[in-house]
């Protein structure tokens, strides 16, 4: 009796070996890409409507800051992936440490965009916050 090799399981892991090192190599480049575009520093700016002071602040992206009463955290801040028309967006919680019997936990969560704050706008009766860049 003759053997036979089964050429057919061979040549399948050879196609898998080659499309799992091409999307390994895909991958990865667009990770890198994804990468460039994240930054881990946002830069805010915050209005004291009372007092009328303007104040810029560098946040590290994952690490709460506490200004007077609020409590800012920017989770994520990036540019856009489009060159013709820049953008930067940043996804930040405020909290008002001021007041305690508050039923909610953050007074503003969600993302926040440079060029138009309007579209999610952060809404309190003493400060203004607006997005101004990411480092």
Do not use: R
Not at 3 to 30: A, E, P, Q, R
Not at 36 to 49: A, C, G, P, Q, S
Not at 71 to 78: G, R
């Amino acid at each position: 009796m003759k053997l036979k090799k089964n050429t057919k399981v061979g040549k399948l892991k050879l196609l898998l070996i080659i499309i799992l090192i091409f999307s390994y190599s895909t991958s990865s480049s667009f990770a890198t890409e994804i990468d460039k575009m994240v930054k881990k520093i946002t830069i805010i700016k915050i209005l004291d409507k009372i007092s009328s002071k303007n104040v810029s602040l560098e946040l590290t992206n994952g690490k709460n800051f506490q200004y007077a009463d609020l409590q800012i955290k920017s989770i994520k801040c990036k540019h856009s992936e489009f060159d013709d028309d820049p953008e930067i967006i940043a996804y930040v919680q405020v909290k008002d440490l001021s007041n305690k019997n508050n039923n909610e936990v953050f007074v503003f969560n969600g993302w926040m965009f440079s060029s138009s704050p309007s579209i999610n706008p952060f809404d309190h009766p003493v400060y203004d916050i607006w997005l101004t860049g990411c480092n």
